[in-house]
């Protein structure tokens, strides 16, 4: 491999789940300004994710139902036709 292609700087970072609130802590470059304090007492600083592997649907086996009935009927009820 090419010398210098792959960041030094990798530092312990918890990347937390806000969807579920799940943690964990693996090492990452991701810069944060945030800190959270983990589970093993230590203050490691914070990426925020929408979705994980514990929420996604995929690796979950659920499907979570959106409410799309909603913006059906109001699209239908912009866009027909003036009797």
Do not use: C, W
Not at 24 to 46: C, H, I, M, Q, W
């Amino acid at each position: 491999m090419k010398k210098g292609l792959h960041p030094d700087q990798y530092r312990l970072v918890v990347f937390r789940d806000m969807s579920n609130g799940t943690q964990f802590l693996s090492r990452s470059t991701a810069y944060t300004k945030e800190t959270v304090k983990y589970e093993d007492g230590n203050e490691y600083p914070v990426v925020k994710l929408e979705i994980s592997n514990t929420s996604h649907p995929f690796y979950t086996g659920k499907n979570v139902l959106v409410d799309t009935a909603g913006r059906i009927d109001k699209f239908k009820k912009r866009y027909e036709k003036k009797a």
